[in-house]
């Protein structure tokens, strides 16, 4: 039987395809390790080209990783189809180097963002938590919460899992950490940035969670720019506790006070013609500048 192209592949139903599949080989990514009933084990993401298509191909068997090269073209026997199109190599699978294909270059495009697509776009935290179940998003605050590790089950393995929570100073979303994730060395206060996260809704409440795509980094806090109206104020000589109308505090250095407000002493000014507008202007959790209106 002769080996079919990506086009008359996906005419095939889906399920086990006892014929054979010739494709060239446009990217990879991986090893990556999973858990499956209890054991570690690796999968390889491949990206198939031809003339005719671009399908995306999972490799379960190590011993058929090193068939799989950029470049190379290969002839797959005995694989899975699934619904979205995709081939999925097991152990059961043969997979034997062949002749050189020749992929056209928007399929060969088209393979590679099937391995590597584009990162989700960036958006605040207010756009992500109003986003529909299952939308990947990336986003950045500082954390603000953070809660003890736990485990829970994923089939038939305990997986570690924490969850934490991230703030822009406009919106907190809770954020779900797996496995190794939960290592981070990322603390409270600290302003990252979490690419790819995908975000879930449950009776109206939006958190987002890490997917095997996500990467979390530490990133400077942009100058975050908010106007208050300030009833009350506290604290000690080197820094002041102001309190907002809405209930929320802020820490501002008294120097950075004494720059904005008139007078020398900022207790009496504050107390004696609250509630006084303030533009502050922030970077996380800091305070740098403040302009009296």
Not at 159 to 179: A, C, F, G, Q
Not at 198 to 203: F, L
Not at 219 to 241: C, F, M, N, S, W
Not at 270 to 277: E, G, K, R
């Given at each position: 039987?002769?080996?079919?192209?990506?086009?008359?592949?996906?005419?095939?139903?889906?399920?086990?395809?006892?014929?054979?599949?010739?494709?060239?080989?446009?990217?990879?990514?991986?090893?990556?390790?999973?858990?499956?009933?209890?054991?570690?084990r690796?999968?390889?993401?491949?990206?198939?080209?031809d003339?005719?298509g671009?399908?995306?191909?999972?490799?379960?068997?190590?011993?058929?990783?090193?068939?799989?090269q950029?470049?190379?073209?290969?002839?797959?026997?005995?694989?899975?189809?699934?619904?979205?199109?995709?081939?999925?190599?097991?152990?059961?699978?043969?997979?034997?180097?062949?002749?050189?294909?020749?992929?056209s270059?928007?399929?060969?495009?088209?393979?590679?963002?099937?391995v590597?697509?584009?990162?989700?776009?960036?958006?605040?935290?207010?756009?992500a938590?109003a986003?529909?179940?299952?939308?990947?998003?990336?986003?950045?605050?500082?954390?603000?919460q953070?809660?003890?590790?736990?485990?829970?089950?994923?089939?038939?393995?305990?997986?570690?899992?924490?969850?934490?929570?991230?703030?822009?100073?406009?919106?907190?979303?809770?954020?779900?950490?797996?496995?190794?994730?939960?290592?981070?060395?990322?603390?409270?206060?600290?302003?990252?940035?979490?690419?790819?996260?995908?975000?879930n809704?449950?009776?109206?409440?939006?958190?987002?969670?890490?997917?095997?795509?996500?990467?979390?980094q530490t990133?400077?806090?942009?100058?975050?720019?908010?106007?208050?109206?300030?009833?009350?104020?506290?604290?000690?000589?080197?820094?002041?506790?102001?309190?907002?109308?809405?209930?929320?505090?802020?820490?501002?250095?008294?120097?950075?006070?004494?720059?904005?407000?008139?007078?020398?002493?900022i207790?009496t000014?504050?107390?004696?013609?609250?509630?006084?507008?303030?533009?502050?202007?922030?970077?996380?959790?800091?305070?740098?500048?403040?302009?009296?209106?």
């Amino acid at each position: 039987m002769a080996a079919t192209d990506i086009a008359h592949m996906r005419q095939i139903n889906p399920g086990p395809h006892a014929g054979t599949l010739k494709a060239r080989v446009i990217a990879t990514k991986g090893p990556s390790t999973y858990t499956s009933g209890g054991d570690q084990r690796q999968s390889l993401i491949v990206g198939l080209a031809d003339m005719t298509g671009a399908a995306k191909a999972v490799i379960y068997d190590s011993a058929q990783f090193q068939r799989y090269q950029a470049g190379q073209s290969v002839v797959i026997r005995n694989f899975i189809l699934r619904a979205d199109g995709s081939v999925i190599v097991t152990r059961n699978s043969r997979t034997f180097s062949t002749s050189s294909i020749v992929a056209s270059d928007g399929f060969a495009s088209a393979a590679s963002g099937l391995v590597h697509p584009p990162e989700a776009p960036f958006m605040s935290l207010e756009q992500a938590a109003a986003s529909p179940a299952k939308t990947l998003v990336s986003v950045r605050g500082h954390i603000v919460q953070e809660d003890l590790e736990r485990e829970v089950m994923v089939g038939s393995s305990p997986t570690r899992v924490k969850d934490i929570t991230i703030s822009d100073n406009r919106r907190r979303v809770k954020l779900t950490l797996w496995r190794e994730a939960c290592d981070m060395p990322h603390g409270l206060g600290t302003f990252i940035q979490v690419t790819n996260a995908v975000t879930n809704v449950h009776r109206g409440d939006t958190s987002l969670s890490l997917t095997s795509r996500s990467v979390i980094q530490t990133a400077e806090a942009p100058l975050d720019e908010r106007v208050v109206t300030i009833e009350g104020v506290g604290g000690d000589q080197e820094t002041k506790e102001l309190l907002a109308d809405d209930g929320e505090c802020y820490l501002v250095a008294t120097e950075v006070l004494s720059d904005a407000l008139p007078g020398e002493d900022i207790d009496t000014f504050i107390t004696q013609n609250a509630p006084v507008t303030l533009r502050l202007f922030m970077r996380g959790a800091t305070v740098e500048r403040v302009h009296a209106m």
